[in-house]
């Protein structure tokens, strides 16, 4: 122990080490950290769908035109970070899921933001209805509960009333009393004036609750302020707050600037003991594993410890173990049961033997008994004899223990066995009920034992199954992760031209459109250069389509196949029309805003100078396999495909759509392999082809192929 602190290599229980020390709650400065990623991550995103795996965590498919998707995990009271694992989704959503989908889906993130310093994080949306907000409590059994702009709640994960605030349809959110000052805020004559008033209470314990920091780290502060944590704070220097303040704000610092160097802590057998966005004195001369980002190490680890979790309560160990217990019991009970009706069975097969064995004598005495009530003598007056008779050893009175006036019937103990014998019934009725009894034992000790043997079946099975989910508990990461790898995303190796709609032409330029106004400005202002030249066609609802020179002349060729791919793609190809109008010009010709100075949105782009036109280009794409190694399709501009395959169809704008379109093209385009290539190209799907159709839409022109 230095400092109050635990030292890694002190001579303590390593088993409690690593339970002190594993994660238990996702801190304040871990939502600093992670939100200060996600903000650049989620700008721009829009929502694809909405997920839910359990009672509590949910995912956000979310959708950016330069990037590869990206998922999203919110579970309540717990963790909020970017995940690049594909859970396995419930088949039936939940009432919850189904809600957000309702008001989220499709639309924008538009920002998020932790509350003050608290585990309270704001994720915002723009909707077509306008503003929404979905408000995350990380602490406690935590909550997700969706709000308007006016934070008036729409649905919550859980509603419910409490002390200090409800949680209710069309109420107005009130978020949780403080957990203590917001220590960005805080000022180190606050700070001094807290330890002041805090007298006697521990140091580590007043930072805690004046700052709501956390234990974890209100411990490193104390650590870095080399400052005992068990010191009472009244006890402390001028120079230990100031101490203690300095290093707050350097961990404030490193957190909120982004200096991060997240790694997951390790234990001595390579389990995951915590998760860091920095490097903790607390943790000097443990193992640590570095991640590129700190939501990658959060992925990492949750998904570790969550999938373990996950796997256990699908056996639901502690409801397997309560009745394991349980099981224990009954079988216990069953034997002691059983113990006890064989024994009586026993004992009361020889009581019936005993009466038999002495019959005569008994008989006899029961003779006398009944004669002496006949003659007028009270039962009480007989027995008295009986008893005076058994001072003197005189039998059968010897066998007389005592008397049951109420049931007449005398308690007897011959040849150490105790018994009642009652006077109304004969010797043989006497014997036959303890025989009767017996039997009834005996029988009820062989149901007893059926149940028995069925009971020590269940608890066998059940105790193996008890043992799976404590092995599975005491898997090594390695062991974890390497299941778990096998569901993770994979992040596609694609070029960048991949995210977009794109073909090169029979001459080898590449040719690139957008997909939706996102894209459109993404496309024009990131991956344009001055010698390129962009394609707009002279319609509402046109891609932008760049031809990239790469250090070449764009020949007319390129220009041709890329101007007819602008009029296919652009919402002529929806009205049917047989022609468009395109325009080309160069890629600094375009501006974001007027000559006066007006604005345009986003998408949008202002054509300044000289339009190139190409008048009545006709509406027309191709599609075509290639059967190789490996069968592709092709799509775009009808030269363009021509050059790389004779297997090709043309179409043209129509009005068959969807997937009857798709399965046409995909039966002609099948009909002009022959037997050997059918056979190689094996299963094709329809999805395959979609993207190289405008809108889904159109009809094939046969007579071109």
């Not at 200096?259 to 390790?266: G, H, K």
């Not at 003197?392 to 109420?406: L, R």
Request: charged fraction near 30%; glycine fraction near 6%; aromatic fraction near 8%.
């Amino acid at each position: 122990m230095e400092n109050g602190y635990v030292i890694a290599n002190s001579n303590i229980d390593s088993k409690r080490l690593v339970d002190d020390l594993r994660k238990k709650e996702f801190s304040s400065f871990d939502i600093v950290a992670a939100i200060k990623e996600l903000k650049t991550t989620l700008a721009d995103c829009r929502v694809n769908n909405i997920y839910q795996l359990d009672e509590k965590t949910v995912i956000f498919k979310l959708h950016k035109t330069d990037m590869s998707p990206i998922r999203l995990v919110v579970e309540a009271g717990r963790r909020l970070h970017a995940t690049s694992y594909a859970e396995e989704n419930p088949a039936e959503p939940p009432a919850f899921c189904m809600a957000l989908r309702k008001y989220l889906r499709n639309a924008w993130v538009a920002g998020i933001d932790q509350y003050e310093f608290e585990r309270i994080v704001t994720v915002s949306f723009r909707t077509k209805t306008g503003v929404l907000k979905l408000v995350v409590e990380l602490f406690g059994d935590g909550n997700i509960i969706l709000t308007n702009d006016n934070n008036v709640i729409i649905h919550a994960l859980a509603f419910k009333k409490m002390r200090d605030r409800d949680i209710l349809h069309n109420v107005i959110l009130e978020l949780p009393p403080s957990s203590g000052k917001n220590p960005f805020k805080v000022i180190l004559e606050e700070l001094e004036e807290a330890f002041r008033n805090a007298g006697e209470t521990e140091v580590v314990r007043s930072t805690v609750r004046f700052l709501g920091v956390g234990g974890v780290y209100a411990e490193e502060i104390l650590l870095r302020a080399n400052v005992d944590k068990t010191k009472h704070c009244s006890a402390l220097t001028g120079d230990e707050v100031k101490g203690i303040f300095e290093a707050l704000q350097t961990l404030l610092a490193a957190v909120s600037g982004g200096n991060l160097e997240p790694c997951i802590v390790l234990g001595e057998d390579g389990e995951f003991l915590d998760v860091v966005s920095l490097k903790l004195r607390r943790y000097e001369g443990f193992k640590t594993q570095a991640y590129p980002s700190f939501n990658q190490a959060l992925d990492e680890f949750y998904l570790r410890v969550t999938v373990a979790e996950r796997a256990i309560n699908r056996v639901e160990v502690d409801k397997i173990t309560k009745e394991a217990e349980r099981m224990r019991r009954m079988v216990a009970e069953q034997e002691k049961s059983i113990s006890e009706d064989e024994a009586k069975a026993e004992r009361d097969k020889i009581v019936g033997n005993t009466i038999y064995a002495h019959f005569n004598e008994l008989q006899t005495f029961q003779e006398q008994l009944i004669k002496a009530n006949q003659q007028g003598h009270e039962w009480d007056a007989i027995v008295t004899a009986v008893l005076d008779a058994k001072k003197t050893g005189k039998y059968p009175a010897a066998y007389v223990e005592s008397f049951d006036g109420k049931n007449l019937a005398l308690n007897l103990g011959i040849d150490s066995f105790h018994f009642s014998f009652n006077l109304r019934d004969s010797l043989f009725d006497n014997a036959n009920r303890y025989y009767e009894h017996g039997k009834r034992a005996k029988e009820k000790s062989q149901g007893a034992l059926s149940a028995l043997q069925d009971s020590k079946r269940k608890l066998a099975r059940i105790e193996r199954e008890l043992s799976e989910a404590e092995a599975l508990k005491n898997l090594k990461p390695a062991e974890i992760m390497e299941a778990l790898s096998k569901r993770k995303v994979a992040l596609e190796n694609k070029e960048w031209y991949e995210k977009f709609r794109w073909f090169t032409t029979s001459d080898g330029f590449l040719v690139v459109a957008g997909k939706d106004t996102v894209s459109n400005e993404v496309l024009v202002k990131k991956y344009t250069s001055q010698e390129d030249v962009v394609f707009h066609a002279e319609i509402t609802g046109s891609p932008f389509v760049i031809v990239k020179a790469e250090g070449r002349v764009i020949s007319e060729q390129a220009l041709r196949e890329a101007g007819e791919f602008a009029a296919s793609f652009s919402r002529a190809w929806r009205e049917n029309l047989g022609t468009a109008d395109v325009y080309w010009v160069k890629v600094d010709q375009l501006a974001k805003s007027g000559p006066s100075g007006e604005s345009v949105p986003h998408g949008a782009f202002f054509v300044v100078g000289k339009r190139n036109w190409m008048r009545n280009t006709p509406l027309r794409v191709a599609v075509g396999i290639i059967v190789g190694e490996e069968t592709s399709f092709v799509g775009g501009s009808v030269d363009a495909v021509k050059a790389k395959t004779k297997i090709y169809l043309v179409i043209q704008p129509g009005d068959s759509e969807g997937k009857e379109l798709l399965k046409q093209i995909l039966k002609a385009l099948m009909l002009k392999l022959n037997k050997e290539q059918r056979e190689k190209a094996g299963k094709t799907s329809i999805e395959q082809i979609r993207e190289f159709v405008p809108y889904t839409k159109g009809m094939l022109n046969l007579k071109a192929a």
